[in-house]
């Protein structure tokens, strides 16, 4: 006859599965604090809001989880000499389960609506916007400036510090996700539509950010680089940004230019100041500026760019970019050179 388990024993079982999640999630907490993709570390005034209303969400969630341990502990260990009455018992169930949880989760929606209002505040008109579209996968982003000049790069914003900035974000084919944990919340960018997003950096450094919504194959390769910058360093770097290309200097960036006109690359891509002009892939002006090649998926440098030319569908399963694995290593090695020096 199989052992018959008491209620004694499911507490007890209980109060050993908190303690097992209570240490587990600790350690996350720990290992997740100082990253450069963590909304518990934030660089802007959005995040930082984020993270206050973390904190006191998981407060309450603490007490919360205090208060049923606690219950659980005195069910498992607690002395039956004095059993609660039945009313007492209909009481802690009224007073526990509804009146509380109906009180602490009011306040705290109230708290994040009043959050969520101050975050979509825009910056005042008239200032920088910075238009980022999505594409499978990788991101377009345009620097509009004041005067209405437009400079284009891809898959890395920059942002100046102490500085609210209006986004506009678009979407290229199916539904993508903007999210800089350090820098903000995250918002949606939808075929057809125009969303925006205002971010305002407290302090300089170099951030990551994700798509966050599932669009296709590689959705897991579209990620995205944050570097925000004090304003005359970043003034400086735009001035530098809105310049064409440098021209190939070396014998072999030279031959690489010759391999990358020759293999049409121009059909796709824009190097500013040469006869490449094509709008479908990434601006490739000062591409060899970039912090990673294929969206996050290399290190920038001549092997990162060789290593993506020659598998550009290893590294990003359905990418549209064709491989160029037929190309002799010369021809990929001076391409690769090229690439690089367009800084
Ligand atoms: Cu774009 Cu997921």
Redesign the pocket.
């Known amino acids: 006859m199989a052992a018959r388990t008491s209620p004694g024993d499911c507490a007890r079982g209980a109060v050993r599965f908190s303690a097992v999640w209570l240490c587990l999630t600790a350690g996350l907490f720990v290992l997740g604090c100082d990253l450069p993709q963590s909304a518990l570390n934030p660089a802007g005034v959005d995040a930082a809001r984020v993270t206050e209303l973390w904190v006191w969400m998981a407060a309450g969630a603490a007490l919360a989880w205090t208060a049923v341990v606690g219950l659980l502990v005195w069910a498992a260990y607690g002395r039956r000499s004095n059993p609660m009455s039945p009313s007492g018992a209909i009481r802690l169930v009224i007073v526990g389960g509804a009146v509380i949880p109906t009180v602490v989760l009011t306040g705290l929606l109230v708290y994040g609506l009043a959050g969520t209002r101050e975050m979509l505040e825009p910056a005042p008109d008239g200032g920088l916007v910075v238009q980022v579209t999505?594409e499978?996968?990788w991101w377009r982003v345009r620097y509009v400036l004041p005067s209405g000049e437009v400079i284009e790069s891809a898959n890395e914003i920059r942002l100046p510090v102490g500085r609210r900035v209006n986004l506009e974000l678009r979407s290229a084919d199916?539904v993508?996700?903007l999210w800089i944990p350090a820098l903000g919340g995250k918002m949606d960018m939808i075929p057809g539509r125009t969303t925006r997003l205002s971010l305002e950096p407290t302090r300089a450094g170099t951030w990551r950010g994700a798509?966050?919504?599932?669009?296709?194959m590689s959705?897991a390769a579209?990620g995205l680089v944050a570097v925000t910058m004090e304003p005359d360093s970043f003034r400086a770097w735009l001035d530098d940004r809105s310049a064409p290309a440098s021209a190939p200097a070396t014998s072999a960036s030279m031959r690489g230019h010759d391999v990358f006109e020759n293999h049409g690359c121009g059909a796709c891509h824009t190097v500013r100041g040469t006869q490449a002009a094509g709008r479908l892939g990434p601006d490739l002006t000062h591409v060899g500026a970039r912090r990673t090649v294929g969206d996050g998926s290399l290190p920038n440098d001549t092997t990162g760019f060789a290593r993506w030319l020659s598998g550009t569908d290893r590294i990003k399963p359905g990418v549209r970019m064709p491989h160029f694995g037929m190309l002799s290593r010369r021809d990929l090695s001076d391409l690769s050179a090229y690439l690089d020096a367009l800084r």
Do not use: K, L, R
């Not at 798509?211 to 296709?216: I, T």
């Open positions: 999505g499978e996968w199916v993508h996700s798509c966050a919504e599932f669009c296709g959705h579209m």
